[in-house]
């Protein structure tokens, strides 16, 4: 049974830091990309950054040179360091295994107050 538990998120003012980590189980981790997703309110589920299995990131536009998604394959373990955090990125993070048919985590809040 595969599960994804996030941690990490938050109330932060804007320009500080977060790191959200996202442990996997039930799969063999370094075998699968990882991604994060954030969903806002009143607003489509999006896709905020990707790590391959061989630990290739890419990152939606708006969080480029600001988020910084990690693997640790011995933890089973990914990670999203956040900095320079804007109230726009307010939202729920969830964490995402391309392991099929694919897995979501619950989600955890980040609060971005200005």
């Known amino acids: 049974q595969v599960q994804l538990v996030e941690s990490g998120g938050g109330l932060v003012q804007a320009g500080r830091s977060l790191r959200l980590s996202c442990v996997a189980s039930?799969?063999?981790?370094?075998?699968?990309?990882m991604a994060w997703y954030r969903q806002a309110p009143g607003k489509e589920r999006e896709l905020v950054a990707t790590?391959?299995?061989?630990?290739?990131?890419n990152y939606a536009d708006s969080v480029k040179g600001r988020f910084t998604i990690s693997r640790d394959n011995a933890k089973k373990t990914v990670y999203l360091q956040m900095n320079s955090l804007k109230p726009e990125d307010t939202a729920v993070y969830y964490c995402?295994?391309?392991?099929?048919?694919?897995?979501w985590g619950q989600g955890t809040q980040v609060t971005v107050s200005s």
């Open positions: 995402y295994t391309y392991r099929p048919p694919g897995y």
């Open positions: 039930g799969l063999t981790f370094g075998g699968y990309a």
């Open positions: 790590i391959s299995s061989n630990g290739s990131p």
